[in-house]
């Protein structure tokens, strides 16, 4: 019998994590100390959102992304809750907006200005109150505008409509137990969670149904994890009997038998995973650990295959993930995660190294963009969506997202209609465009290119005269040069 490893192909195999250098570090930043095992981080092309420590409340930090070095300890905070803040989560359809979740019992809902903080935060644009103990998780619908779960320490999670601040679903039934983790698949339509009864069970929120349930995912009494992967299947990440770190794989239709289950390690850590769509990576980071082990998924068994691990000499406290609109396209970027130490937040950058500097099409399919592909109303009334795709190609950066997002007034008031969508001011997104709707618009992107043209062919013409000048202003000063060296002048 032949013991000879086959190396398994993989684009993702020679991944590698690498920290960025010490002046693209955020510099002195208290990390918040409060016991609670949430991510203390969130991160969009725009800002980076750390939960500091806060004396007589709770406050974060918003950041621009270029704001790194030392941050002043004057530097303003977004500090309106009066108990700290456990839990902050990015709109995902707006780069301005950011909810938080507190000991205070409220979820606070934030628009931050464009060009970030310049005095201290006080007013949410909106204040959600109905949980009755701390509300530890927030997570935004991946794609309805305006939704927001809350889930607390009361063990209910609540639906709300952002817009007009209305709790649209009270889920109090489910858990008998303190929630660990909530996690929305990829439409929308249901949400798994993680509960200290060991349990992972898969709800319809808009019903208040349990689809499925599996109790003892994992054995051990530590916190566990659960998320939903594109093709719907749950990943967790939990303890053994042994107290042995665990990640499992599951089928929702037959949650008997695990997929796959891995042991890792005997460390205490709640493992977070953090997941990739695009390329079907899962991102484990143990609170409390030094590394980051990542792992594909895949549809052959065994379904869980380790790539490779990021070690580094710090412990983190806490991490945050970019999405994939704000990576470097350019640079094989396919994750940038945002390490938070004791004292400041490290950025670490995982690459795919390839020798051509031409887009990578298997590196970057089309990803999920920052438009809403339904209205809170269409959601409620029963209507899922998945994400509206934008592609890489083009290297989408932050100085773009003007042109694909919604409007600051339609985030937070109440939500248009449908009907109004197409005569928005930024227009619809392009797979609902129509060839007769998209001409006027190209034409106009053609008329805008021309005359930024003519622009460069004036600044190039004048450049060419200033050259001619100085170089005929040249030729006359050693003119003069000569003449005062042979005497003549």
Not at 124 to 130: H, R
Not at 137 to 151: D, E, F, G
């Amino acid at each position: 019998m032949s013991f000879r490893k086959v190396v398994r192909q993989s684009k993702f195999r020679h991944v590698f994590g690498q920290p960025v250098k010490n002046d693209q570090c955020y510099e002195d930043i208290r990390v918040s100390r409060v016991t609670w095992d949430s991510t203390f981080c969130a991160v969009n092309p725009k800002f980076l959102a750390v939960i500091v420590e806060a004396s007589g409340g709770g406050a974060f930090l918003v950041l621009p992304l270029s704001k790194t070095g030392r941050i002043d300890k004057a530097y303003p905070t977004v500090c309106g809750h009066t108990g700290p803040v456990l839990d902050i989560d990015w709109c995902p359809h707006n780069d301005e907006v950011i909810a938080s979740g507190s000991e205070d019992c409220t979820v606070m809902v934030w628009q931050i200005p464009e060009n970030g903080l310049t005095s201290p935060l006080t007013e949410p644009v909106v204040v959600l109150e109905g949980h009755t103990k701390r509300v530890g998780i927030i997570a935004w619908h991946p794609t309805a505008r305006n939704v927001l779960l809350s889930a607390g320490c009361d063990n209910v999670v609540l639906i709300w409509n952002v817009g007009t601040a209305e709790e649209l679903y009270r889920l109090d039934s489910l858990h008998p137990d303190l929630i660990y983790n909530v996690s929305w698949n990829r439409n929308g339509s249901l949400f798994c969670s993680a509960c200290k009864d060991k349990s992972v069970r898969i709800i319809d929120p808009r019903r208040g149904t349990l689809m499925a349930e599996r109790e003892k995912a994992h054995e051990g009494a530590r916190p566990m994890r659960a998320i939903f992967l594109a093709d719907g299947k749950v990943f967790t990440t939990g303890f053994s009997r042994m107290s042995e770190r665990q990640l499992a794989l599951w089928d929702p239709e037959n949650l008997e038998e695990p997929m796959a289950l891995q042991e890792l390690d005997s460390s205490n850590g709640a493992l977070l995973p953090f997941y990739d769509p695009d390329t079907n990576v899962v991102y484990v980071c143990g609170k409390g650990d030094s590394s980051i082990r990542y792992f594909e998924i895949t549809e052959e068994p065994p379904y869980i295959h380790f790539l490779n691990t990021f070690t580094s000499k710090e412990p983190q406290r806490g991490m945050g993930s970019m999405p994939k609109r704000g990576l470097e396209v350019s640079k094989c970027e396919i994750a940038r995660f945002y390490k938070l130490h004791e004292r400041k937040c490290e950025p670490i950058v995982m690459t795919v190294p390839r020798k051509s500097d031409l887009f990578q099409d298997d590196l970057y399919p089309d990803t999920a963009g920052p438009e809403a592909a339904l209205e809170a109303e269409e959601w409620v009334s029963g209507r899922d969506a998945d994400p509206i795709l934008i592609s890489l190609r083009e290297a989408y950066v932050p100085s773009k997202q003007r042109d694909l997002k919604i409007s600051r007034r339609n985030v937070l008031s109440d939500s248009r209609p449908v009907a109004a969508l197409g005569s928005s001011r930024l227009g619809t997104p392009a797979a609902t465009t129509t060839a007769a709707d998209a001409t006027p618009s190209g034409s106009l992107t053609r008329a805008g290119e021309a005359g930024k043209l003519e622009e460069v062919m004036q600044e190039l013409r004048a450049l060419r005269a200033l050259v001619k000048e100085q170089g005929e202003r040249i030729c006359r000063l050693e003119e003069q040069l000569g003449r005062m060296e042979n005497g003549d002048a």
